[in-house]
């Protein structure tokens, strides 16, 4: 129970800590946003290719401006060493851990819920669409994004080309879920097929990452 | 002034011995391979690429499973060594694989008429190279120190367990790859010389990387001995 109020007050904290500096978010926003609009340059906005590769060009657009909050994740904690500070509490490793994997979740959906409808505007994504079904994919899709990117985020601060690094390490690990999330999202679009496959994977992806994550928490989360 | 005695490890001569022993098997591999074995029935000479490309695979898999377990003992004892094998494996891996990944399309391009498709073995070894050379790209940008095996090898206890999920994921994504010849149903596998000239092979890219291995560990622990004796040269100049 302690252990739950400890990444509680860690998650709260992050999230008082963007919604209060509002500059971060409101450039992640922004950076979204240009994502998408820059498809849309470069790909024919169509409906009949939405209906193709739909899923893929929001996926990516999403792993964008994901990766932009995920390296906020730890980043965030840089400017006043408050890592240090963190770490030198007696708090468990795996609980910070997990208020971090949860504060990163909620700020990748918070963007995610302005792009999507700005995505199907733009990519002419027919209203009839079955909802719920992408919904849920986003849903289990950037829980996956969040908690590698996250462990991944405490992993790079400790580097040189942060920003670089980031990206290298999550995108191999990450493979499978965008497959998953990708070829989930393409069977609400317009592709013949089950996405209940996917969502098992995607499921899986999640547990099993989110436990690795919190198991090896101590080896990024540790004061040299 | 005197430059003082760093303590270098003895270096034995096992280079020598196994170097030999692996150049002899290297070149009775390559006779085997390109004048003795048969050649195959439809793919004609070109297949004899496939006693590069199989054995190539065969050792970065062995590689990578020892940079798993390398690095799985790291966490578990933090010693030197452990950290040393992980980078050695992760590295000679990475070339075995990149030589498997080579001479895939070399391969494919005159049989299958394409250089590259996504089927799931294609896919899943090409996943694999990414992972690793990301794997290099950490411990190239992280400073050296104790952080650097450690997140290292949690890094690689992620890529554990990502590849089975990647198998899925990918097998069902796509599967068109023609099965396995080797151990594949009836009318299906090799000749008998192809077989030996298939074990030759792999024996001598076994040794190979045995070899290339077994240099970089002895280079990795040369470089902690060298960096110890820096620090030792540093206490003693702030000490006097």
């Keep these: ?224 | 002034m005197e430059t003082p005695a760093i303590a270098r490890p003895a270096r034995p001569n096992w280079i020598v011995l196994w170097g030999s022993l692996t150049l002899t098997v290297l070149l009775i591999g390559l006779y085997l391979a390109l004048l003795w074995a048969p050649e195959e029935a439809t793919m004609g000479i070109y297949q004899r690429i496939f006693y590069t490309h199989v054995p190539a695979a065969f050792t970065a898999f062995v590689a990578f499973f020892i940079n798993l377990v390398a690095s799985v003992l790291y966490l578990l004892r933090r010693s030197r060594l452990a950290d040393a094998w992980a980078v050695a494996a992760a590295e000679v891996g990475v070339v075995f694989l990149s030589i498997n990944l080579i001479t895939g399309p070399i391969w494919a391009k005159p049989i299958w008429g394409i250089w590259w498709t996504w089927d799931a073995r294609l896919t899943l070894d090409l996943v694999l190279w990414v992972m690793y050379v990301s794997y290099l790209l950490l411990r190239q940008l992280t400073p050296r120190g104790d952080l650097q095996p450690r997140l290292a090898a949690a890094l690689a206890c992620f890529f554990f367990v990502d590849v089975p999920i990647n198998y899925m994921a990918i097998r069902w994504w796509r599967t068109q790859h023609p099965q396995p010849v080797i151990f594949g149903g009836p009318g299906s596998g090799l000749a008998p010389q192809m077989y030996v000239a298939l074990a030759v092979c792999c024996m001598a890219f076994m040794l190979l990387g045995y070899v290339l291995l077994r240099l970089r560990l002895e280079q990795e622990m040369d470089r902690h001995a060298l960096d110890d004796a820096q620090r030792a040269l540093l206490l003693e100049d702030v000490g006097g």
């Design chain 1, 1 to 224: 129970m302690a252990d739950f109020r400890i990444a509680w007050a860690t998650f709260a904290r992050d999230l008082r800590l963007e919604l209060r500096t509002r500059e971060s978010l409101n450039a992640m926003l922004f950076y979204a946003l240009l994502v998408v609009v820059i498809f849309s340059f470069a790909f024919e906005s169509e409906a009949e290719l939405t209906a193709r590769v739909g899923g893929g060009l929001l996926w990516v657009a999403f792993l964008f401006a994901g990766l932009v909050a995920l390296d906020r994740a730890f980043v965030r904690e840089l400017p006043g060493d408050t890592l240090t500070g963190l770490l030198l509490s007696p708090a468990p490793r795996a609980a910070l851990m997990a208020g971090k994997f949860a504060s990163s979740f909620i700020l990748m959906l918070a963007i995610e819920t302005v792009l999507l409808p700005l995505f199907a505007v733009l990519f002419n994504v027919s209203p009839a669409v079955h909802w719920s079904g992408i919904v849920l994919t986003v849903v289990l899709g950037t829980w996956a994004l969040a908690v590698t990117g996250t462990y991944f985020s405490a992993m790079s601060i400790h580097t040189r080309h942060r920003a670089l690094l980031l990206p290298l390490l999550l995108l191999p690990v990450v493979i499978p879920a965008v497959i998953s999330m990708v070829q989930a999202t393409q069977v609400f679009l317009g592709r013949s097929g089950v996405a209940d496959y996917w969502w098992k994977l995607l499921f899986g992806f999640d547990v099993v990452f989110t436990t690795l994550g919190l198991l090896l928490a101590d080896i990024v989360l540790d004061v040299d």
